[in-house]
């Protein structure tokens, strides 16, 4: 039985639409991590919500790392290189988070932008053709949710 070769598939309109509005929250990340690693770390005087939202946000992290495993599977070239730089996106956010507060404003704007990435990533799953192919459109939009809701929580988290 031969292995399954490292390939790029072709991204439907919407999944590219998801892959522009994602790559404009890692930026966010990305801004965030620099800025907190440039600076002194801050003393934190840590609230129950800003807690929740690192808890969600490392949540989210960690199912991540367990979406690599989907990627290698799959041996798509974009969508492993785009996992990965979710991933970092992710987690240098969260490290920036817990050195300075000042980065906590980057959360809610990076939280939303992935929301709607996502949002449109659910919306892809029932448009032809799938932007997964070895993925029901309930097995997307259920593992997909679980994003949608965690970013929404963030962002939800912010008004209270």
Known sequence: MSERRWHVDRSPPLSRIEMTIKLAAFGVAYAAFVSAIARSAEPTAWGARPIAQIVILGVLGLGLIAAIWG????????SMIFVLLSNAAHWGLLAALLRT????????????????????????????????????????TALTGIFVVGYMAICLLESL
């Open 71 to 78: 990627r290698w599977r799959r041996r798509d070239v974009v």
């Open 101 to 140: 507060p000042s980065a906590h404003s980057k959360l809610v704007i990076f939280a939303a932008l992935m929301w709607f990435g996502d949002a449109m990533k659910v919306l892809s799953f029932h448009v032809r053709p799938l932007p997964v192919r070895d993925l029901s459109p309930a097995a997307g």
